[in-house]
């Protein structure tokens, strides 16, 4: 017997711990224990400022869940609210509650501004409250997603294997205003051919725990199953209602929204953009990725978004200005990738890494690769994405490589002829956006290609096109960057020094005079409260306009003769920098979002001419033939340095808050504490067998999606899952 769908033997592995949440949440005690802030005391007469009330219903937030599952159901909500009143100006009330009805009985509660829960939910109270809402955004969980599903559970020893098999089951349904437990599941059986009672006479269970619960009590006599939310999943064994192994998933519904932010009538047009604001720029902001448990923060809303006024990613594009969305793609298929640079935000960041790895690594699959490459890997659940060169050496050869078994599933190729120092491979990450990923080659050639097919839907040579006549030594290495349905990038030409092309068609849209290309890929970041493109060219650092390409600023380093290849690093408002001739140097911003010309730290003994840090709290790390931790709160001072022969020059880093995975020499992995006060190695692990790998400098930053690590050798491309090489 198939004991549950692929996707879902982990979710109902934690299956007991959501159905719990819903029937035993000390929900008004803890969401009347955490109302803060309170409203300011009011004059004599009215109070000077109306207080904004937010509400939150979201059943992970944490009083209104239960701390069952380590890291997961206790959503801080209060971090939110603070960024909040400085973003409308005006204090902020949080209420919490399962319910609009409760969340306006309770004290200080009189009203509702902003709501932030369950989509269905939230719209079926509103409407039941005369409450007129819009839609600002939505928020991503852990693994990058805005929705959930609807997940038919039956007892383990139930005969049935498939939707299909449901026909003569007495099945119970969630509430009517729950869409993933109703109307989405309905859907499901009824396309299944399963007969159903009509919606008002279907058995209904309020919460997911119940409806479990009862088909267990049922016992074999009984044929049931029971519609739960899936994230409810990781909750029911958790709180220990459901005994694992008790049930098993048959049949998952579509995907409909999760957690949805809205806002009432009674918020102005003004705020309401200030808060679609905040909330769309909350991707770039760790503290609040943190507080809110999520990968990507909130996001625009998504392309199949169940409103009439639904916006595509081109719309929402031209709406930059007053609508800025999230940084990274709003499809699906990108969300819990690692669609390019460092990552999603291109920081290098993982939600998290193994506390150990063991001495033998488990390869899921390996390709062979022409040539040895510089270019990172870009991967998603399905594809996997690298630059490779033909034997010739005089084409570009893009391949693409199933996630699952890495078959190979398409190459782009195109003649890219001339000679560079360090070879003429491709030096830039793909970018995976929903759909598309774009491909930058080391002479100047772009194309945007179907990531499905590798059909080529437009092409361009960025240096051609825009006038670049500077000689290539190194190439064009700087990896695109996709942000508000344009594509980034820098050709280095006088007038055209950064450059955006729309995503869809490769057309220009703004251009920004500089010098000639730098190596650094650029950033967005928020930064003195303005969301902005950070770039280098040869010389200078800039801030650009996201929506014009208005050149903000320009820092110019007291020492000449940088290359400018580390990518610059946003870290709790301010930006890092490190070159070989200016140290490592962190700037502030004014509240233009203008840079601060003097550092407001330095360290000059970290000088790396091409690593980039990667920031993990208040920490520093970065490998400049020593791996150096420093202190971001004692102006860059060292807490350690530490010293290791996998340790080159350069050398990719992926962090979580606990481990750093460093990729050393002949494709070597070095776990290593991030939180100790000394240099610790946890464990190291040797990836690859061939004798000529041994002390191959690493330049190919790796790729991590989920715990499969796709690590690119001298001579071929891996899958290293690392759940499995993790020990007790």
Not at 6 to 34: F, G, Y
Not at 483 to 490: P, Y
Not at 684 to 701: C, I, M, S
Not at 705 to 727: H, K, P, Q
């Amino acid at each position: 017997m198939n004991p549950m769908l692929p996707n879902q033997i982990r979710a109902l592995a934690l299956l007991a711990t959501a159905l719990l949440t819903l029937a035993h949440l000390p929900t008004t005690k803890a969401a009347d224990a955490t109302e803060t802030p309170k409203q300011p005391a009011a004059s004599a007469t009215k109070p000077a400022v109306e207080p904004l009330s937010l509400i939150v219903m979201d059943p992970l937030a944490a009083p209104l869940s239960c701390p069952c599952v380590e890291g997961y159901a206790q959503r801080k909500y209060e971090v939110l609210a603070e960024h909040l009143e400085k973003a409308v100006g005006r204090p902020v009330v949080l209420t919490f509650s399962e319910s609009l009805s409760k969340a306006l009985h309770k004290e200080g509660c009189t009203t509702a501004h902003v709501i932030i829960g369950k989509d269905s939910v939230v719209r079926a109270d509103a409407k039941t409250h005369n409450f007129k809402v819009k839609p600002l955004a939505q928020l991503t969980g852990l693994d990058g997603k805005s929705t959930q599903t609807g997940l038919i559970v039956v007892r383990t020893d139930d005969p049935a294997q498939s939707v299909a098999d449901l026909k003569d089951h007495r099945i119970i349904f969630g509430p009517s205003d729950c869409s993933e437990k109703s109307s989405a599941a309905r859907k499901l059986l009824e396309d299944a051919g399963v007969e159903l009672p009509p919606v008002d006479k279907v058995e209904i269970s309020a919460a997911c725990s119940d409806g479990a619960c009862k088909i267990i009590e049922w016992g074999s006599d009984v044929r049931g199953a029971a519609v739960i939310s899936s994230y409810a999943a990781p909750l029911l064994e958790g709180c220990g209602t459901i005994k694992k192994g008790d049930l098993r998933v048959v049949a998952e519904s579509e995907p409909v929204p999760f957690i949805t932010a809205f806002a009432t009538e009674q918020v102005t047009k003004p705020e309401r953009k200030a808060i679609r604001k905040l909330l769309h720029a909350s991707g770039d902001e760790p503290e609040l990725l943190k507080a809110l448990e999520s990968l990507l923060g909130f996001i625009p809303l998504e392309e199949d978004y169940p409103r009439d006024a639904k916006k595509s990613r081109r719309q929402a594009s031209e709406a930059a200005s007053t609508t800025p969305p999230a940084t990274d793609s709003d499809d699906k298929k990108a969300a819990a990738t690692w669609p390019g640079w460092r990552g999603p935000h291109r920081d290098g960041r993982a939600p998290s890494l193994p506390r150990q790895l063991a001495e033998k690594a488990n390869i899921l699959w390996r390709q062979p690769l022409s040539r040895s490459g510089l270019g990172g890997i870009a991967a998603d659940e399905q594809y996997v994405i690298l630059g490779d060169r033909d034997a010739t050496n005089t084409f570009d050869v893009w391949r693409c490589y199933a996630a699952a078994d890495g078959a190979e599933l398409w190459t782009v190729q195109y003649p890219a002829p001339g000679k560079l120092d360090y070879d003429n491979m491709p030096r830039a990450t793909p970018q995976i956006d929903g759909e598309f990923v774009y491909l930058s080659g080391a002479f100047g050639d772009l194309r945007c290609v179907d990531l499905a097919t590798g059909a080529v839907l437009w092409e361009t040579n960025i240096r051609t096109q825009f006038g670049a006549n500077d000689e290539l030594i190194w190439g064009s290495c700087a990896s695109p960057l996709v942000v508000d349905g344009k594509v980034i990038v820098n050709p280095g030409a006088p007038e055209a020094s950064i450059v955006a092309l729309d995503a869809v068609t490769g057309e220009e849209v703004w251009r920004a005079a500089g010098e000639i290309h730098a190596f650094a890929s650029p950033i967005v970041a928020t930064l003195g409260g303005v969301r902005q493109i950070v770039a280098y060219d040869r010389y200078d650092l800039g801030g650009f306009e996201v929506a014009t390409g208005r050149r903000l600023w320009t820092l110019t380093p007291p020492n000449d003769g940088d290359f400018n290849v580390p990518t610059p690093v946003a870290m709790d408002g301010k930006l890092l920098l490190v070159g070989e001739n200016n140290g490592a140097r962190m700037h502030a911003f004014n509240d233009t979002g203008k840079i601060i010309e003097n550092p407001a730290a330095e360290y000059r003994t970290l000088r790396p001419d091409m690593s980039t840090p990667v920031a993990v709290g208040e920490r520093v790390f970065c490998v400049w033939n020593e791996l150096f931790c420093l202190d971001a709160t004692r102006g860059l001072s060292p807490v350690w340095t530490g010293e290791d022969d996998a340790f080159a020059d350069y050398a990719p880093i992926i962090a979580s808050d606990e481990r750093l995975l460093v990729l050393g020499r002949g494709g070597e992995l070095l776990l290593i504490d991030a939180q100790a006060d000394e240099f610790r190695i946890v464990s190291r692990l040797t990836v690859f067998d061939d004798p000529r790998e041994r002390n191959a400098a690493p330049f190919a930053h790796p790729a991590l999606v989920g715990s499969r690590l796709y690590l690119r050798g001298e001579f071929e491309v891996v899958c290293l899952d690392l759940a499995a090489t993790a020990t007790p």
